[in-house]
C-alpha cells in the first residue's frame, strides 16, 4: 500500500483520546496561528516600508509568497492527519508543502488580478487581501480540525516528529549527517553570496555619437552621421570611477584596399566622472584633401602607446570620409 | 506467468502493448533509410529492444521474486546522505569558482545525481529515508538552478526578456494590467502579476523577485511529483519519479529560463496530484475543488501548458471510461471526467475572449491548424521548424554523434519509460490512475515525435517535453520497479546502477538543460549573454535614433535588441557569401559559438568573421572589446 513515513501506528493512549472533540489549543495549530502571524507581519511591515535590510524583506516575502496561503488552504480542505485509519486519503507532509507551494503562487497573483479588477495593481491592498485570505483560510482550518477527533487532527509538529523518528539512533552518523547538512549549507550560502556580490566583468565601451535630427546624441547612422561634422567620443566604465583614458585620432588615406601615409591628428585625454562617464567632441576639420580617408580613434588606458595603433589600443573607432 | 482470462481482449493487456510496441518498432524502423534525424534512427531499435526486454522478464521464471527486496547492503542512510550534501555543497562551490555551469560542474553534478539515484535504487528499506533523499533531491536541483540563475547577467532565454523586460515592466509602471490588454496574456496574467507583486513587495528589480518566487518554486516542485509518485507506489519508486524529474534536461531548462510555461509546469503538477487522488478513491469535495482550482491557474498562465493540461486529462477520462474492458483492478475512484469538460470550457472561455493576431485565441489556433494541414503537412515533412526548437538537432549539420551525447539522457529515460509503459499493463498492476500515466507518456510522445514527424509544429512540441516528463517519470520508476522484481538481483543491480549513473550526468550535459551555457557550445546556441553584450544593448537602446532602420545580428542576440525595446533588429543575412546590410552588431560569439543567421531564405548556424560582418568600408561606431556596431559609408560627406 502505497504510503508516507509519517504513517506510525498509534498507541492505546492516542485511541482513547481519539473521540474528545474540544476548543482549538495554541500548541495543536501553532502551524496555523503561524501562517496568519506571518501574513500578518508580511501586511503591515512591507506596506509600511520601514527600510528593512532586503535580506529581512526577502525573509518575510518568500514564505508569505510561496508558502503560508497555501499551507492554510491546504490545511482547510485537509483537516485529518495521514496515517489516521478513518482518514487514510489525507496528504502526507511533502504533499502538503508541494500543494502549498503551488496554491500560494495561485492565490497570490489571483488576488492580484482581482484587486487590479477592483482597484489597481498596488502591493497594499494586494498585501491585505492575502493577510485576508489567510487568516479567512485558517479560520476555516481551526473549525474542520477542531470537529475531528484529537488524533485525528492533522499536527504540524507530529508530522515532523514522525519524519525525524530513529534520529537519535547511532549519534555519531547522525552527527556526520548534520555536519555534513551545515558544511553543504555554509558552501552553497558562500557561493550565494559570491555568485552576487559581484559587479560583473568591467566593461570599457567606447562610441562615436552626433547630433541626431531632434538635438540629441544618437549613434550615428547613415542619416545621421553625415549631417554634422562634430564627433561626440564616449568612454564608459562604471567599475573605473574617475579612470583616466586618452583618445588618440589618425587618419590615413585609402588606396587600393589598404590604408597609407597615416598622420596622428589630435590627441586628448578624458577622466571618467563618478558614474564612470566621460565624453568629448571632435570637430572634424580636416586639413588633408585625399579622399576617400580613415579617420581612426584610438582609446588608450592612461597614457597611448608611442607608436598608436589598432592593435595596441585598448578600444578602436573608425569613419571613413569619402 | 499465463493469465487465465483477458476480460474483452484476446490477449492480456501487456501482451497487447508490447505486440504494439514491437510492431511500432518494426514499422518505423525503415525510416532510418530515408531520414538521417537521430531521433528516427533511435528511435525505433530502442522502442523494439526494451520491448523485447521486458518479455524476457515476464517469462523469466522467478524463483524469488523479492530476492532483490531482500538482499541487504547495510549501507547507512545518513552516511550516504552525508556524503551527497558535502557533494552538493562542492558543487555550489565549483559554480561559484568556475563562474556558472561549466563542464566540471556539469561533471561534478552528474556525480552527486548518480549518488542520488543510487541511494534511491539500492539502499535498504531501514535505510532509506524519505526526508533525507528528498532533501538531496531539492537541495541539487536549486544548486543547479541557481548557479545557472546568479552567475549569468541578465536573463536565460529569448521569452524571458518579453515577460519581464516588457509586460511586467508596463504592468508594474502602470500599476495596472491593463498595460498587457492587447496581447494574449491579458487573460493569463499569473506569471506577470505573481512577479510584480514580489518586486514591489521586495522593493527589488523584476529579475530578483523572478528569481526569488518561481526560482524558488520551480525546484521545489518537484514535491509534487513525489506526491504522484507516492499516491500510485511505494515511497522508494516515489522518490526515484521525483529524482528523476527534477534532473531531467527540460526541466531543469525552465527553472532556468522563467517564463509562464514555468509557472504552468507547477500548476500542471499540483492538477495532477489532485487528478491522482481523485482517481485513486479520494472523492470528497476537497479534492475535487483542488483539481479545479490548478486547472484555472494553469488556463489562467499560460495557454500551452492549459492544452497539455487538457491532453493529458482526456486521456486520463477517457483511459477510466475505457479501464472495464480489461481484466484489472476495477475499483471505482472519482471520474475524471466531468473535471475535464470543466477545464476545457473554462479554456475555451478564456481563448475565445483572449487578442491574438487580431482576433482571439480560438480563431487564431484553428485557423492556424487549418493552415498547417494544407501547407506544411506531409509525412517525413521535417523541414518546418526543429522539434526540439531553434538550435536543435536539425538546426545545422552537428555531428550525430555529439547529437546522441546530447539525446542520451532522454534515450535512457525512454527505455525505462517503455517498460514501465508495458509493465504497468500487467494485471497485478494495472489501476486507472497508473494506466492514466502510461497513456499519457505515450500520447505526449506523439505531440512531441509524431507530429513533427509529419511537419505539424503548431503546438510547439519543444515546450512539451517538461510536461511529458511528469508521466515519464513516473512510468520510468514503474520500470525500474519492474525490472528489480522480474530480474535477478545481479542482473537488475547492472541495469539500475547503468541507469543510475547514466541518465543524471547524461540529462546534465543536455543543450536544453543548459541554455546559458551548453557544453557543445559550437554545435548548440547559448541563449544567455555577458556583461559586455549586455552593455552594448544598452548603449544602443539610450543612442539609437526612434526612426533608424533595423540593426543586423545574430540571433538570439537580436531578440535582446527588441524585447528591451533598445532597437528593431533582424538577424544577419548571408547573400551570395557576403553580409551586405546599413547597420550590424557583430559579437565575438559570432566566430566563436553557434549563432543563426539567414543563408540565403533558411535560418542555420554558422559562424562569421568580424570581417565578413563588419566590414572594412563601414564606420565602426562602437566597441567594448567584443561588441562593435559598424554602419554603412552611406551620408558621409567629411566637410
Given at each position: 500500500m502505497p504510503g508516507d513515513s509519517q504513517s506510525s501506528p498509534m498507541s492505546d493512549k492516542t485511541v482513547q483520546s481519539s473521540s474528545v472533540v474540544g476548543m482549538p489549543s495554541l500548541a495543536a495549530n501553532g502551524d496555523i496561528a503561524a501562517a496568519a502571524a506571518i501574513a500578518l507581519l508580511g501586511a503591515v511591515v512591507l506596506s509600511l516600508r520601514p527600510g528593512l535590510p532586503f535580506a529581512v524583506r526577502a525573509a518575510i516575502v518568500v514564505p508569505l509568497v510561496l508558502f503560508v496561503p497555501g499551507y492554510v488552504i491546504v490545511g482547510a480542505l485537509f483537516p485529518a492527519e495521514k496515517g489516521v485509519q478513518t482518514a487514510r486519503m489525507e496528504p502526507s507532509l511533502v504533499e502538503r508543502f508541494g500543494l502549498a507551494l503551488g496554491l500560494s503562487i495561485f492565490v497570490v497573483p489571483l488576488i492580484g488580478v482581482v484587486v487590479d479588477a477592483l482597484l489597481s495593481l498596488t502591493l497594499v491592498p494586494v498585501l491585505d487581501t492575502i493577510a485576508a485570505v489567510t487568516i479567512a483560510a485558517g479560520l476555516i482550518a481551526l473549525v474542520r480540525r477542531t470537529r475531528l477527533p484529537t488524533a485525528e487532527q492533522f499536527h504540524t509538529t507530529r508530522a515532523i516528529r514522525s519524519a525525524f523518528s530513529g534520529a537519535r539512533e547511532r549519534p555519531l552518523t547522525q552527527l556526520f549527517l548534520i555536519g555534513a547538512v551545515l558544511l553543504s549549507v555554509v558552501a552553497i550560502g558562500a557561493s550565494g553570496v559570491v555568485a552576487t556580490t559581484g559587479d560583473g566583468d568591467a566593461v570599457t565601451e567606447f562610441y562615436l555619437t552626433t547630433e541626431g535630427p531632434d538635438g540629441g546624441q544618437v549613434m550615428a547612422t547613415a542619416e545621421t552621421i553625415g549631417n554634422d561634422s562634430t564627433q561626440q567620443l564616449t568612454v564608459e566604465n562604471p567599475a573605473d570611477p574617475v579612470g583616466e583614458y586618452t583618445i588618440v585620432a589618425r587618419t590615413g588615406v585609402v588606396a587600393d584596399?589598404?590604408?597609407?601615409?597615416?598622420?596622428?591628428?589630435?590627441?586628448?585625454?578624458?577622466?571618467?566622472?563618478?558614474?564612470?562617464?566621460?565624453?568629448?567632441?571632435?570637430?572634424?576639420?580636416?586639413?588633408?584633401?585625399?579622399?576617400?580617408?580613415?579617420?581612426?580613434?584610438?582609446l588608450y588606458e592612461d597614457e597611448p602607446a608611442n607608436t598608436p595603433t589598432r592593435e595596441n589600443a585598448v578600444r578602436w573607432l573608425r569613419v571613413r570620409i569619402e | 506467468m499465463v493469465e487465465s482470462s483477458y476480460g474483452r481482449l484476446p490477449v492480456a493487456p501487456d501482451l497487447a502493448i508490447v505486440g504494439l510496441g514491437l510492431l511500432i518498432a518494426v514499422v518505423l524502423f525503415p525510416l532510418r533509410f530515408l531520414s538521417g534525424q537521430l531521433f528516427i534512427q533511435v528511435l525505433p531499435p530502442l522502442i523494439g529492444v526494451a520491448c523485447l526486454v521486458y518479455l524476457a522478464g515476464r517469462y523469466r521464471n522467478v524463483a524469488d521474486p523479492i530476492g532483490f527486496d531482500r538482499r541487504r547492503l547495510g549501507t547507512d542512510g545518513r552516511v550516504a546522505a552525508g556524503l551527497t550534501f558535502l557533494g552538493i555543497g562542492t558543487?555550489?562551490?565549483?559554480?561559484?569558482?568556475?563562474?556558472?555551469r561549466t563542464l566540471p560542474f556539469l561533471a561534478v553534478s552528474g556525480l552527486v545525481g548518480s549518488a542520488i539515484l543510487a541511494q534511491i535504487l539500492f539502499l535498504d528499506d531501514e535505510a532509506l529515508g524519505v526526508g533525507l533523499v528528498l532533501t538531496q533531491v531539492l537541495a541539487l536541483a536549486i544548486v543547479v538552478r541557481f548557479t545557472a540563475l546568479l552567475t549569468t547577467p541578465g536573463l536565460v532565454g529569448v521569452d524571458s526578456w518579453t515577460h519581464l523586460t516588457e509586460y511586467a515592466t508596463a504592468i508594474r509602471a502602470e500599476d495596472s494590467l491593463s498595460a498587457i490588454a492587447g496581447v494574449k496574456y491579458r487573460t493569463a496574467p499569473l506569471f506577470h502579476v505573481l512577479v510584480v507583486v514580489v518586486a514591489d513587495a521586495l522593493g527589488a528589480p523584476l529579475r530578483t523577485a523572478t528569481y526569488l518566487s518561481l526560482g524558488l518554486a520551480l525546484p521545489l516542485a518537484t514535491t509534487l511529483c513525489y506526491a504522484i509518485g507516492n499516491a500510485l507506489f511505494e515511497e522508494r519508486w516515489a522518490l526515484l519519479a521525483a529524482a528523476i524529474f527534477a534532473m531531467s534536461d527540460h526541466v531543469v531548462?525552465?527553472?532556468?529560463?522563467?517564463?509562464?510555461?514555468?509557472?504552468?509546469?507547477?500548476?500542471?503538477?499540483?492538477?495532477?496530484?489532485?487528478?491522482?487522488?481523485?482517481?485513486?478513491?479520494?472523492?470528497?469535495?476537497?479534492?475535487?475543488?483542488?483539481?479545479?482550482?490548478?486547472g484555472v491557474a494553469t488556463a489562467l498562465t499560460h495557454q500551452i501548458s492549459a492544452f497539455i493540461l487538457l491532453v493529458v486529462l482526456g486521456v486520463g477520462s477517457a483511459v477510466q471510461l475505457l479501464w472495464p474492458l480489461l481484466p484489472t483492478d476495477t475499483r471505482r475512484g472519482g471520474w475524471l471526467w466531468p473535471v475535464f469538460l470543466l477545464e476545457t470550457g473554462v479554456v475555451l472561455g478564456l481563448w475565445s475572449v483572449t487578442p491574438y493576431h487580431d482576433s482571439n485565441f480560438v480563431a487564431e489556433l484553428v485557423a492556424t491548424v487549418e493552415r498547417t494541414l494544407t501547407t506544411s503537412v506531409g509525412f517525413l515533412n521535417l523541414a518546418g521548424p526543429d522539434p526540439t526548437g531553434p538550435g536543435g538537432a536539425a538546426a545545422g549539420a552537428t555531428p550525430i554523434g555529439i547529437e546522441f551525447l546530447d539525446a542520451l539522457g532522454f534515450f535512457a529515460l525512454l527505455f525505462v519509460v517503455v517498460l514501465g509503459g508495458v509493465a504497468v499493463f500487467r494485471r497485478h498492476n494495472a489501476s486507472p490512475a497508473t494506466g492514466t500515466y502510461a497513456v499519457a507518456a505515450g500520447v505526449l510522445t506523439v505531440f512531441t515525435f509524431g507530429l513533427p514527424l509529419f511537419g505539424f509544429n503548431t503546438f510547439l512540441p519543444g515546450r512539451w517535453y517538461a510536461f511529458m516528463y511528469v508521466p515519464m517519470a513516473i512510468v520510468a520508476a514503474f520500470g525500474c520497479r519492474f525490472a528489480i522484481r522480474q530480474f535477478s538481483p545481479r542482473t537488475a543491480m547492472t541495469g539500475?546502477?547503468?541507469?543510475?549513473?547514466?541518465?543524471?550526468?547524461?540529462?546534465?550535459?543536455?543543450?536544453?538543460?543548459?541554455?546559458?551555457?551548453?557544453?557543445?557550445?559550437?554545435?548548440?546556441?547559448?541563449?544567455?549573454?555577458?556583461?559586455?553584450?549586455?552593455?552594448?544593448?544598452?548603449?544602443?537602446?539610450?543612442?539609437?535614433?526612434?526612426?533608424?532602420?533595423?540593426?543586423?545580428?545574430?540571433?538570439?542576440?537580436?531578440?535582446?535588441?527588441?524585447?528591451?525595446g533598445a532597437t528593431p533588429a533582424n538577424m544577419l543575412a548571408i547573400e551570395d557569401g557576403e553580409i551586405v546590410h546599413d547597420t550590424v552588431v557583430y559579437r565575438q560569439y559570432q566566430s566563436q559559438g553557434a549563432p543563426v543567421v539567414m543563408i540565403g531564405n533558411t535560418s542555420g548556424k554558422r559562424q562569421v568573421s568580424?570581417?565578413?560582418?563588419?566590414?572594412?568600408?563601414?564606420?565602426?561606431?562602437?566597441?567594448?572589446?567584443?561588441?562593435?556596431?559598424?554602419?554603412?559609408i552611406d551620408g558621409i560627406d567629411g566637410a
Open positions: 584596399g589598404d590604408v597609407t601615409d597615416r598622420r596622428t591628428v589630435g590627441q586628448t585625454t578624458v577622466t571618467l566622472d563618478r558614474n564612470g562617464t566621460a565624453t568629448t567632441t571632435y570637430d572634424l576639420e580636416l586639413d588633408r584633401g585625399e579622399r576617400p580617408i580613415v579617420l581612426t580613434y584610438l | 558543487l555550489a562551490l565549483v559554480g561559484a569558482t568556475q563562474g556558472g531548462r525552465w527553472g532556468v529560463h522563467i517564463i509562464p510555461t514555468s509557472m504552468g509546469l507547477v500548476f500542471f503538477l499540483g492538477t495532477l496530484v489532485a487528478a491522482t487522488r481523485l482517481v485513486n478513491g479520494d472523492t470528497r469535495w476537497s479534492s475535487y475543488l483542488l483539481v479545479g482550482a490548478f539500475l546502477l547503468v541507469l543510475a549513473l547514466v541518465l543524471p550526468g547524461a540529462m546534465a550535459i543536455n543543450h536544453k538543460g543548459t541554455p546559458e551555457n551548453p557544453v557543445f557550445d559550437e554545435e548548440y546556441v547559448t541563449y544567455s549573454y555577458d556583461d559586455a553584450e549586455l552593455a552594448a544593448v544598452e548603449t544602443v537602446r539610450e543612442t539609437r535614433p526612434d526612426s533608424a532602420d533595423p540593426i543586423y545580428t545574430d540571433h538570439p542576440y537580436r531578440t535582446v535588441f527588441e524585447r528591451t568580424m570581417n565578413e560582418v563588419c566590414r572594412r568600408e563601414m564606420h565602426r561606431l562602437y566597441s567594448d572589446g567584443e561588441v562593435v556596431v559598424c554602419t554603412g
